[in-house]
């Protein structure tokens, strides 16, 4: 497979040397093009000159960006997307983190919306950046949850798995904002306490399997805010909504963008 990854940070070497130790293609992209080469050269892979050439002919895209970035890559990238898996590892940045807890909506939620031919897993976002080429603590495989409406993207569970982190799959694109507030727990709980920013998380007990239970009648059933793209009635209005969307989440990233910048630093392990 050729795998693009956006991004030279942590979040995005870490996917990238999974990808690589299973022989599939990688390709690296970043803002500044000396970042991306450098990341490349790092882990053996290959340097895109910018994110719209990574992302031409590949498989699965990786968007190791924080989440104030994503939108501005999602319009430079969304006309190379057709039926692409499309991995979102970041958590939402906001100035007042009230409003992470208030959301309606996940970020890997507007990425789907951005990107409304890709396929959309969210993966890897509970994971802090220390831990992402570490996941055993104390002996405990650490487990790696992803979530997306698309049963077929089960590749994302491949590439979690080369990270040997367990994978488990918790559900359709909804539960991505389940994920989120994980990540926003862990990262609250290093911040306060000044913890070392190298926890994880780990479901305990038997999880080895069994009926398939709920989460896959769930799954099985279309999320309502994807519906308008089931042709019907009215249908010819709905590209329309979709652009209106799309701005709004664009105003929304660029106000918490702002907001970021004139707040206290981001911590360590918050994509």
């Known amino acids: 497979m050729r795998i693009a990854i956006i991004g030279a940070g942590m ?21 500044h093009r000396d970042h991306a080469a450098k990341a490349a050269d790092e882990v053996v892979a290959r340097a895109a000159a910018s994110a719209e050439e990574a992302v ?14 994503i939108a501005d890559v999602c319009d430079e990238i969304r006309r190379h997307i057709r039926q692409t898996v499309v991995i979102d590892p970041s958590n939402p940045l906001e100035p007042d983190p009230a409003l992470v807890l208030e959301a309606r909506m996940s970020v890997a939620e507007e990425v789907a919306i951005l990107l409304p031919e890709a396929r959309v897993v969210k993966a890897s976002n509970t994971v802090l950046g ?34 040997a982190f367990r994978p488990l799959d918790v559900g ?20 306060r306490n000044g913890w070392s920013w190298s926890s ?34 009215g249908a010819a209005r709905a590209p329309g909504r979709a652009r209106r969307r799309r701005r709004a989440i664009r105003r929304r ?5 702002a907001g970021s910048r004139s707040s206290p630093g981001t911590p360590r392990g918050c994509c």
């Open 172 to 191: 359709d694109l909804r539960s991505a904002r389940s994920l989120e507030h994980m990540a926003f727990l862990n990262i609250s709980l290093n911040a």
């Open 11 to 31: 979040v995005g070497r870490g996917p990238a040397k999974a990808a690589l130790s299973c022989r599939h293609d990688v390709v690296l992209a970043a803002r």
């Open 253 to 257: 990233r660029s106000r918490a963008r």
């Open 200 to 233: 994880g998380w780990k479901l305990l007990g038997d999880t080895r399997g069994g009926s398939p239970g709920r989460l896959t009648a769930v799954r099985a059933t279309p999320p309502p805010r994807r519906a308008w793209r089931t042709p019907r009635a």
């Open 56 to 69: 031409q002919g590949a498989d699965v895209v990786v968007l190791a960006v924080p989440s104030t970035a």
């Open 130 to 163: 220390a831990r992402l080429t570490d996941p055993v603590v104390h002996g405990v495989r650490l487990d790696g949850f992803y979530a997306g409406d698309d049963p077929e993207a089960a590749v994302v569970a491949g590439l979690v798995a080369a990270t």
